[in-house]
């Protein structure tokens, strides 16, 4: 079974600009998380999609948008980037919404470098 | 609300000798907890999970973790490490509560020196 997957998997841009992060989920999971990681930050939580809903959120601005598809693929966007967004961006996919017990499986990761 | 401590930035560590990476966590229910393990210019690779039952969980690539409960530890462990384990390794936690979100620990950087 194929895993997580993210495109692209490197991206630069300029402050101001916008951008758009994909990821597909594992065949079956209908469960999509999006985290930031940065060396200051560590991994920190943005959202959590579940049948093209936003389940859960963290601590972001509005920047910061997500969306999913019928399909259970997602999209993430941040607007009016700014330089601090510089980071790795995560895609994590699970069975199933909110169940405790589930595992969450990460793609490679997005790798946004804001200049 | 969860939170999950790592006390050790790095470790250090010699072929050949057992490895140990610290946990411990916060929950106001029960925990379940998660280790993952990223190599560079890589996402996160599940390690194991502990969720109820054997204290002692076994997992990928030779490691195991011991939950304990009156300490709130759940420490990483490997009997033999080696070089390719090098990596940084994070600890997460869920708590036992429908759509709560993970929470991570900040990731310890083990290295294993030949």
């Known amino acids: 079974k194929a895993g997580v997957t993210q495109t692209p998997r490197y991206l630069i841009k300029t402050r101001g600009q916008q951008v758009t992060l994909s990821c597909s989920p594992i065949?079956?999971?209908?469960?999509v998380s999006w985290y930031q990681q940065t060396p200051g930050q560590g991994l920190q939580f943005l959202f959590e999609?579940?049948?093209?809903?936003?389940?859960n959120k963290g601590n972001f601005p509005g920047r910061f948008s997500g969306r999913q598809f019928s399909n259970s693929r997602s999209e993430m966007n941040v607007s009016t980037l700014e330089l601090g967004d510089s980071a790795l961006y995560l895609c994590?996919?699970?069975?199933?919404?909110?169940?405790?017990?589930?595992?969450?499986?990460f793609g490679p990761g997005t790798r946004l470098t804001v200049l | 609300a969860q939170s999950v401590a790592q006390p050790e930035d790095q470790v250090n560590v010699a072929e050949g000798n057992p490895l140990t990476v610290k946990c411990t966590y916060s929950?106001?229910?029960?925990?379940?907890l998660f280790w993952y393990v990223q190599y560079p210019n890589r996402g996160l690779q599940f390690l194991l999970k502990?969720?109820?039952?054997?204290?002692l969980v076994k997992g990928s690539y030779g490691f195991e973790a011991e939950f304990n409960k009156s300490q709130t530890s759940f420490h990483l462990k490997k009997p033999s490490a080696l070089v390719s384990d090098s990596a940084l390794y994070f600890c997460?936690?869920?708590?036992?509560?429908?759509?709560?979100?993970?929470?991570f620990g900040p990731g310890t950087r083990l290295s294993v020196l030949p």
């Open positions: 994590a996919s699970s069975l199933v919404l909110g169940a405790s017990t589930d595992t969450q499986y």
């Open positions: 065949s079956g999971h209908r469960s």
């Open positions: 999609y579940f049948s093209e809903t936003q389940r």
């Open positions: 929950v106001s229910g029960n925990p379940y």
């Open positions: 502990y969720i109820t039952g054997d204290n």
């Open positions: 997460a936690v869920r708590q036992d509560n429908y759509g709560q979100n993970f929470v």
